[in-house]
């Protein structure tokens, strides 16, 4: 199973991008799905996670600018970037968890906020 992120570019402060992330195929043993991103001499960390039951959880520094949603599918996640900033500047990552199962990872989408 493979996870194909897209969505990123290059976008001015106060703009808006959207994250998608898809699964090669359908998974029914996911727990949860997520977004993660890292940026140049930082480790990886979590933006954005929802379980299958939909329970959402984000890091301090999006609350209020990004939202994250599961696709009509189920194995697809979204992210909805407002309101971006320059410290929002990374590549960005998918994640799924499965039961029993090592992670899933997508390659990664670059972000830039610049003017």
């Known amino acids: 199973v493979q996870l194909q992120a897209s969505g990123g570019g290059l976008v001015q402060p106060g703009g808006s991008l959207t994250l998608s992330c898809a699964a090669s195929k359908t998974l029914l043993d996911i727990e949860a799905m997520g977004w993660y991103r890292q940026s140049p001499g930082k480790q990886r960390e979590l933006v954005a996670s929802i379980t299958s039951g939909t329970v959402t959880n984000y890091a301090d520094s999006v609350k209020g600018r990004f939202t994250i949603s599961i696709g009509n599918a189920k194995n697809s996640v979204y992210l909805r970037m407002d309101s971006l900033k320059p410290d929002d500047t990374a590549v960005y990552y998918c994640?799924?968890?499965?039961?029993?199962?090592?992670?899933?990872w997508g390659q990664g989408t670059q972000v830039t906020v610049s003017s």
């Open positions: 994640n799924i968890n499965r039961t029993f199962r090592l992670p899933l």
